[in-house]
């Protein structure tokens, strides 16, 4: 009579992250959509105004790991998301990605909430910062 012993094992899965483009332009757009797919992360959407990505955000409070924001939008500022979205109990990573970066607009965005401030020239240093936000166990909580 054989006696079976039942080993079992943990698999462990990746868990994609979930980022939300705030972009008004179409290639930045398409550019970040890959370069957040390439660091394992999975774009759930993009608004191009600040109302548009306001509501978003209500609406899908706590869904996502990462929000990339342009300050500059076709309608409204970048600025206006961010302060609404710092205050949101249950928010992402503010990652502001914008082509005006000046030190007194990096305080600014910082003071607002921004977790990670980039200017569209360091597009490099944002993959790293996404990459480190995607190997996380879990997202760290804001401070």
């Known amino acids: 009579m054989c006696v079976g012993v039942a080993i079992s094992r943990t698999w462990r899965q990746k868990v994609k992250r979930k980022a939300f483009i705030v972009e008004d332009a179409p290639e930045v757009v398409a550019t970040l959509r890959a370069l957040l797919a390439d660091e394992d992360f999975e774009v759930l959407a993009s608004a191009a105004t600040e109302q548009d990505a306001s509501e978003w955000l209500q609406q899908n409070q706590g869904n996502c790991d990462v929000v990339t924001l342009d300050l500059l939008l076709a309608e409204g500022s970048g600025f206006g998301v961010l302060r609404q979205y710092a205050m949101s109990p249950q928010r992402g990573k503010v990652v502001v990605f ?34 480190g936000v995607a190997q996380r166990e879990e997202p760290e909580a804001p401070s």
Do not use: H, M, N, P
Request: glycine share 6%.
């Open 98 to 131: 914008s082509g005006f970066i000046t030190d007194s607009v990096r305080e600014r965005c910082v003071a607002f909430g921004a977790d990670a401030v980039f200017s569209k020239t360091e597009s490099a240093q944002l993959a790293l910062y996404l990459r």
